[in-house]
């Protein structure tokens, strides 16, 4: 009987554990800040989400813990203890209200359930999108998961090896005879099958013959189908499939890409939650509010020329290029300055006589 092929094959496990593993590695190297006057706070909050969550898990660990659950759950449940440890919860329910705020009960942190409730306002409460993306990956699995079934079938197929025994056995047959013939045929077998050299006696009324019509048949096809389920799961995550494939054209334009449509998608919905749980309405107009600096893909050296024509062009401010670049506002007053070059100058200005120090 052959074997249900969603049962053998694992291609959307592969499929989601490459592209959900690629988005939590890089939103793991995210810095959590919270701001006030455009200053970085080093308090407990800080040291929380970018060093240790809880005693259990590093920052890296638990960022990448909550991205998997929220793509592969469409949800994810974060909890304050006692201490002030952030948990993530593996197990709740959800008791929606419509005018007041939602519940949570039997929250269960791995073996641990707690007995009271949890308020939304207590809580941080991530939700990926309006479907569950395994439900979209399991229709879409099916049509893929049954081709690349067959096709691996048919390449074993092409590839088996098939012979046949002929027996002339004018003895009785007991079962005792059958048994050594057929002791003797799996000998025989194995020794074609393990060994480059394999040699047969002949026996007196035993004939042994190959029957295979072996093909060169490519695997490339097998591939393709492999690649197209990846490339559907990656483009449904925000992923170009080409960093998928780790392809190296245009590589800085797809990365911009990813960053913007993916990376910076899941960014906003962590960011929005955290100021609407830890701050006031008062605070966060203010300026005290959460900023979240991920990961570059080009560093300072390679924006140093455009960042020369922005401050001497006078568009910008130093320290406005600073927070743009993600650093913290310097106190050197010339920082917030416009400035602009000689080269810049108004013509009128030239001819008069130029600019004056």
């Known amino acids: 009987m052959i074997e249900n092929t969603s049962e053998r094959i694992q291609m959307k496990q592969l499929a989601i554990q490459i592209c959900v593993n690629m988005i939590a590695r890089t939103i ?39 991205v998997y659950k929220l793509i592969h759950d469409n949800e994810c449940l974060i909890i304050k203890s006692d201490s002030d440890d952030l948990l993530i919860a593996d197990d709740f329910t959800r008791i929606e209200y419509g005018l007041v705020e939602d519940l949570f009960k039997g929250v269960t942190v791995k073996n641990f359930t707690f007995q009271r409730s949890f308020r939304m306002s207590e809580v941080f409460y991530l939700e990926y999108d309006n479907e569950r993306l395994s439900k ?26 098939r012979s046949t025994v002929s027996v002339d056995n004018q003895g009785p047959k ?12 799996n000998k025989m077998y194995m020794a074609i099958r393990d060994k480059t050299f394999a040699i047969v006696p002949q026996q007196k009324g035993f004939a ?39 392809e190296m054209a ?15 998608f899941f960014l906003k919905k962590i960011k929005d939650e955290i100021n609407g749980k830890f701050f006031t309405k008062q605070e966060y107009l203010k300026g005290k509010k959460m900023d979240i600096r991920r990961v570059s893909y080009s560093n300072i050296f390679d924006l140093a020329t455009a960042v020369d024509k922005l401050v001497s062009s006078s568009a910008f401010t130093g320290n406005e290029i600073r927070e743009e670049a993600g650093y913290e506002r310097s106190e050197d007053e010339l920082l917030d300055k416009h400035i602009i070059t000689k080269n ?6 030239l001819l008069e006589g130029g600019e004056k120090e």
């Not at 590589?251 to 910076?264: A, G, L, Q, S, W």
Request: charged letters at 25%.
């Open 250 to 264: 245009d590589v800085e334009k797809h990365t911009r890409n990813f960053m913007t449509f993916c990376i910076d």
């Open 136 to 161: 979209l990956l399991d229709s879409l699995y099916t049509d893929y998961g049954m081709l690349f079934g067959r096709m691996l079938e048919f390449q074993m197929y092409n590839n088996q090896f």
């Open 174 to 185: 007991d079962q005792k005879n059958q048994e050594k013939l057929q002791n003797f045929i």
């Open 344 to 349: 810049y100058t108004e013509l009128g200005k």
């Open 28 to 66: 793991s190297q995210s810095e959590f800040r919270v701001k006030k006057d455009g200053k970085v706070l080093k308090d407990e909050m800080y040291y929380r989400l970018n060093v240790r969550p809880n005693s259990n898990m590093s920052a890296s660990h638990f960022w990448q813990t909550v």
């Open 208 to 246: 042994y013959k190959e029957e295979s019509q072996r093909q060169n048949v490519s695997v490339e096809e097998i591939n393709k189908v492999t690649n197209g389920f990846l490339d559907q799961v990656a483009k449904a995550l925000g992923i170009p499939p080409s960093l998928v494939h780790g």
